[in-house]
């Protein structure tokens, strides 16, 4: 469960307050934009669990499959960005169970449940305020734009959630430190 747990976190972290702007447009652009996401992700993934260099292979699997699915993600002719943003976001989920069960006696968490749960669910109502962003963006192209509310989530929600990400980062900077601190 706790390895469950530090991948999911892992996956929120680089997926929401990692995946700036910037490196969305990367993505955009090219596979190299794609390859420096996953990078990022794999770098949180290995701060966050025990001994990452003896399940190498997991984090290489998980850097392969995270580049497959979003490039697909970025390629495919999906007309709804919602369907696109949940089948993107399960895609990496059902990824991240499977390698969590097949690495589940290799490696655990360096962070207990306990700490990791709250930071979970905070990282999921960042995701949340991502996908209203997309649906208001999606809602805007479909002639609801001169409504005010979905004009202000399409201006604001992503910057808040931007914004909002890091106290996660912090919480997870800060609970990774006095973890590898304790053990050293």
Same mark, same amino acid.
């Given at each position: 469960m706790e390895l469950t747990a530090a991948l999911l976190l892992s996956? %929120?972290?680089?997926?929401?307050p990692l995946q700036t702007n910037q490196i969305y447009r990367l993505k955009s652009q090219s596979w190299v934009g794609i390859a420096l996401h996953v990078a990022i992700?794999?770098?949180v993934t290995a701060l966050l669990i025990k001994q990452p260099l003896t399940v190498w292979p997991m984090l290489l699997l998980l850097g392969v499959l995270h580049f497959l699915i979003d490039l697909l993600k970025l390629r495919a002719p999906i007309k709804r960005q919602w369907l696109g943003f949940l089948l993107d976001q399960s895609a990496h989920f059902i990824v991240l169970i499977i390698l969590s069960r %097949?690495?589940?006696?290799?490696?655990a968490s360096v962070l207990p449940l306990y700490t990791l749960m709250p930071m979970i669910i905070y990282g999921l109502f960042l995701a949340t305020l991502v996908f209203l962003w997309v649906v208001a963006n999606e809602l805007a192209a479909s002639g609801f734009d001169h409504q005010p509310y979905i004009r202000w989530a399409r201006m604001h929600l992503l910057q808040l959630s931007q914004y909002a990400g890091l106290p996660l980062l912090f919480s997870v900077a800060t609970h990774w430190y006095r973890s590898s601190s304790r053990s050293s």
């Open positions: 996956h %929120l972290v680089g997926d929401f992700h794999i770098g %097949l690495w589940s006696t290799a490696t």
